[in-house]
């Protein structure tokens, strides 16, 4: 995993949490808040239901938290040995601080214990600030679909092997 290494620094009054780990009413409210910051950071068609998609088993959902409000979060499937990656996202004010390559992070380390081998996940190619992050811990290029999210708007699919 060439990302693992030493674990990057939250900035200072960040926590990172795991939902399923959250007493269940607080659990509701921060799935709320989550679903809001997703309307208003990625386009419609790609919103995920979270009132379905947390009932699933197999369904994380990291958290990052600064004085009690969600400021980052990271969605993340597990099947069989992969985990895929669907949501990341940091709010814009708490951007390029290093909170995202944290909750990479754990989720690597998480992978890694539970014996999962890879991680893979599709970006937009315009998303040049993920395509960025990605590459920096090591995410390779697997795949090109063109028009994946819309027209003009090709995915991108990208693997890390885990415990390589
Ligand atoms: C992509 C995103 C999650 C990055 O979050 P972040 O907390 O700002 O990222 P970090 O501060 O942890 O940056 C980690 C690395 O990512 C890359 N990176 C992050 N923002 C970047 C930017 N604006 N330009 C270029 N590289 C960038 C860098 O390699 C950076 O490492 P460095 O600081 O050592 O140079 C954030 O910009 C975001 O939420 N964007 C909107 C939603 C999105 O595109 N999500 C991903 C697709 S699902």
């Known amino acids: 995993m060439s ?7 939250l900035p ?3 926590i990172v949490k795991e939902h399923a780990s959250l007493p ?14 997703e ?35 990271l969605v993340n499937q597990r ?7 669907h949501k990341l ?3 814009e004010q708490e951007r390029q601080k290093g909170i995202a390559k944290c909750l990479m992070h754990a989720l690597c380390q998480q992978t890694g214990k539970s014996g999962g081998e890879s991680i893979q996940l599709w970006v937009d190619e315009h998303r040049e600030p993920a395509r ?10 697997i795949e090109l679909r063109q028009a ?10 990208m693997e890390l092997a885990i415990g390589m």
């Open 79 to 85: 099947i069989k040995r992969m985990v895929w990656l």
């Open 89 to 91: 996202c940091v709010i």
């Open 24 to 37: 269940s009413k607080q659990r509701a409210i921060v799935a709320a808040k989550v679903a809001r910051l």
């Open 39 to 73: 309307k208003k950071i990625f386009p419609a068609n790609e919103g995920f239901d979270y009132d379905v998609e947390l009932k699933k088993k197999n369904i994380g959902l990291l958290l990052a938290f600064k004085e009690g409000d969600v400021v980052a979060y």
């Open 3 to 9: 990302s693992a290494g030493t674990a990057p620094s």
């Open 132 to 141: 960025a992050l990605y590459s920096a811990l090591g995410f390779r290029q």
């Open 148 to 157: 994946y999210y819309a027209p003009g708007r090709a995915g991108l699919k």
């Open 12 to 14: 200072p009054g960040v």
